[in-house]
């Protein structure tokens, strides 16, 4: 039973069952591949668009993470004038860079938020049904809230992006781009400088772009990397392999600070899916298994997300 249909527009449901959750085959915080069952849930079809997010913060006046100034007692050590609205944005650079220090291509732009995606200047206009990009975990929680539902759990994401299919590299098969035929807005060329678009994008697409996956969810992979609920934790090993866990939970919130910056404790989440910006080359994270580590107050110009409504939790 799938409980009665949600009042939200635009959602799925997905009928819940046991599957093999995270891989053995890739990098190593996928692992261990281990049995999970979570029950059915009502999901997004589609992450939540530009046109969707404005309509929230018109009846809400909430202002982005992004959009605020920093509290110096939450950042010691920080000089002030480094503390100012600011986002976190993609630069394609000139050439060839080292690959193991992503600063050579992300950038702390002034200004940039949810409505000016890549700093003063610019605009969301003609972007309304591509994802919201700039929110954190704070405006995610807060829009989720205001529109009755929630957000998803690692196991439920994970569960749903299979679309009831799982053993192949891809949720669509074997191979990446099969027959030349692009399955999800992914990085193409050598990264970070040359993006020959061969799916037409080289920065976010309009939504429901490519094909559905088997539950009818669009943009699951690639597009913009999605959050969940769960506090970023490493799985332990499988205690039990006859006996799959119920609906698990991620770890601790006071286990998921990033271990680089001690004197800076702040938590971080889970985000699922890959973006536009994962390759062959560099980031083969466009695999349902695939997961990362996200700062609750961070916000970057290929993070999005969308909701889920539980039965019996709606309103």
């Given amino acids: 039973m799938d409980g009665r249909a949600p009042e939200r527009d635009g959602m799925v449901w997905v009928p819940g069952g046991t599957f093999q959750m995270g891989s053995d085959h890739h990098y190593a915080e996928e692992a261990p591949a281990r049995p999970v069952k979570v029950d059915g849930f009502w999901m997004d079809a589609r992450p939540v668009t530009n046109r969707e997010f404005a309509r929230f913060i018109e009846a809400t006046g909430w202002v982005t993470f992004a959009e605020r100034k920093p509290d110096p007692a939450d950042y010691p050590g920080v000089p002030h004038h480094l503390l100012k609205p600011m986002s976190v944005v993609f630069q394609m650079t000139r050439g060839p860079v080292p690959l193991n220090n992503p600063g050579n291509w992300w950038g702390l732009i002034d200004g940039a938020c949810w409505n000016r995606p890549l700093g003063p200047g610019s605009s969301i206009t003609g972007l309304d049904d591509h994802p919201v990009v700039h929110v954190c975990w704070h405006d995610v929680e807060a829009y989720a809230k205001w529109a009755g539902a929630d957000l998803p759990t690692e196991a439920e994401w994970e569960f749903a992006a299979w679309g009831g299919h799982s053993g192949t590299e891809f949720v ?118 695939a997961r990362h580590a996200q700062a609750v107050d961070t916000a970057t110009s290929h993070m999005g997300f969308r909701c889920i409504i539980r039965p019996g939790t709606a309103g």
């Fill in 172 to 289: 669509w098969g074997s191979e990446l781009v099969p027959g030349g035929k692009h399955f999800a807005n992914t990085w193409q060329g050598r990264f970070p400088y040359e993006n020959s678009k061969d799916d037409g994008w080289v920065r976010t697409s309009p939504v429901a772009s490519y094909p559905a996956n088997g539950y009818g969810l669009f943009d699951m992979i690639g597009n913009v990397w999605e959050l969940t609920q769960d506090w970023w934790s490493t799985p332990g090993p499988v205690t039990s392999p006859c006996c799959a866990p119920s609906n698990p939970r991620g770890g601790a919130e006071s286990a998921s600070y990033d271990p680089l910056t001690p004197d800076i404790p702040i938590p971080r989440k889970v985000m699922k899916g890959g973006s536009h910006l994962c390759a062959p080359s560099y980031c083969r994270r466009y695999r349902p298994p």
